[in-house]
């Protein structure tokens, strides 16, 4: 009885522990990632590390696409960014810090695409810009001056902002 209580829970940690790549067992074949040896669709976790040892980038996969939060690290180990992907596609609330640890960037995906208002932020903390997305397009901008002062990001500009230029 003492075998099979110690069994059962070292089975169900077996079976559903998640698998863990490095850079070099996966590749992309058809917008897919594969592990190299079985040509399988990756379901696990990549992990890439810089040279010195600490955690680089932290990506979950599901059927080959990227699922979870994606998260990038500086190499001083704090966070860089965390992007949350649906079926391999950007979907959720985005953000990216500065290597202060404060927050840069917040934008916001749905399918893919930025949809409503991605905020960005002097490395103080306070306001620099606000941009509203509809189906990943720039639609309204103001700036904010660092004393607070508020500006619009006049239309001709805001063409110029790409709909898949990263989190801003």
């Not at 379901?43 to 980038?57: A, N, Q």
């Amino acid at each position: 009885m003492k075998k099979l209580l110690l069994i059962l829970p070292l089975t169900f940690v077996l079976l559903f522990a998640e698998k863990i790549y490095s850079i070099t067992e996966l590749e992309v074949l058809e917008e897919r990632v594969h592990e190299v040896a079985s040509q399988k669709a990756a379901d696990g976790l990549l992990k890439i590390y810089f040279e010195h040892g600490e955690l680089k980038t932290e990506v979950h996969f599901k059927d080959g696409w990227s699922e979870g939060i994606e998260k990038k690290f500086y190499p001083t180990g704090l966070l860089a960014s965390a992007v949350p992907f649906v079926h391999g596609k950007e979907h959720g609330v985005a953000k990216k810090y500065y290597e202060t640890g404060g927050l840069r960037f917040v934008t916001i995906f749905e399918d893919g695409l930025k949809e409503g208002v991605s905020k960005e932020y002097y490395p103080e903390g306070h306001m620099k810009s606000e941009i509203r997305f509809e189906k990943g397009e720039a639609v309204e901008g103001h700036k904010y001056l660092e004393n607070g002062t508020k500006k619009n990001i006049p239309k001709e500009l805001l063409k110029w902002i790409q709909p898949n230029s990263g989190l801003f």
